[in-house]
């Protein structure tokens, strides 16, 4: 019985399970704001409200509460991020904790 080709049998499963979930996630968050009212042409300035966006009208600067809409680079590259770092920090775990037990083991005399 190989527990290190078990347990990375196991980790890859788990990963590709975890980055399957993020990704789905990620496009449903993703579908969510665009069927957002941001590409209306309507007069009213508010019709077309993006978190973070700046509107000036009339001699008055209007800066819309919140953050910057989903589906920009930085909100992409947080998703890569979570859905690369979750796997890569088990297996870095994995290791040390191989490691750590492996100091454990008895010596195998000839």
Request: hydrophobic share 45%; proline share 5%; net charge neutral.
């Amino acid at each position: 019985m190989n527990w290190r080709r078990g347990l990375l049998r196991l980790w890859v499963l788990a990963s590709v399970i975890w980055c399957a979930l993020v990704g789905a996630y990620a496009i449903s968050d993703w579908r969510d704001h665009q069927l957002t009212p941001t590409q209306t042409d309507d007069v009213n300035p508010f019709a077309k409200y993006v978190p973070g966006k700046t509107i000036e009208q009339g001699g008055w600067t209007i800066t819309m509460p919140g953050t910057p809409a989903s589906g920009t680079s930085s909100t992409v590259w947080i998703e890569v991020a979570i859905a690369i770092g979750g796997p890569v920090v088990v297996l870095l775990l994995g290791i040390a904790l191989s490691w750590a037990a492996a100091g454990f083991a008895h010596e195998r005399s000839n």
